[in-house]
């Protein structure tokens, strides 16, 4: 696992001047090797970089889904569709999280029988969370 992490890591550094690009490259490691948990951090850590960028919180959202943290999951991709609002993965992940707790029959934001553009309209509208270090990553 650590040579496949060096090479993801040497080729993400080669490919781009994006400072998330190497925590996105072991992230994607760390899922496809069965680490989902150290991938949420690193996850984190690609868009704590990337703050206009909806793809590390989309693949955050995807390893918390997959670890079973629902509501971490939903955030995550309101986060993603928030700074993308055209992001089909932010709202097939919303979609697909808000149909899993409506079957289970609890909460986690989810309202009985909310189509998916009104859940999406109201996460809209919910105060949107600066990310840290300042004015918007300027």
């Known amino acids: 696992m650590k040579r496949a992490a060096a090479v993801a890591l040497a080729l993400a550094g080669a490919c781009h001047t994006d400072p ?3 925590h996105l490259a072991r992230g994607n ?9 150290e991938a949420v951090a690193e996850y ?3 868009a704590r970089l990337a703050p206009r960028s909806a ?8 390893a918390q889904y997959d670890l079973g943290r629902k509501a ?3 955030s995550s991709y309101r986060d993603a569709a928030a ?4 992001s089909v993965t932010a709202r ?14 609890r909460g986690a934001g989810a309202r009985p029988h ?3 553009p009104a859940a999406l309209a109201r996460q809209s509208r919910r105060p949107r969370r600066r990310p840290e270090g300042g004015a918007g990553g300027l």
């Open 29 to 37: 490691v760390l899922v496809n090797t069965g680490h989902r948990d």
């Open 92 to 105: 097939i992940g919303v979609a697909r999280v808000l149909g899993d707790t409506r079957r289970a029959g």
């Open 114 to 116: 909310e189509p998916l």
């Open 55 to 62: 793809l590390p919180r989309e693949r955050l959202g995807d």
């Open 20 to 22: 998330s690009a190497p």
């Open 83 to 86: 700074v993308d609002p055209g």
């Open 72 to 74: 971490e999951a939903l």
């Open 44 to 46: 984190r850590e690609a």
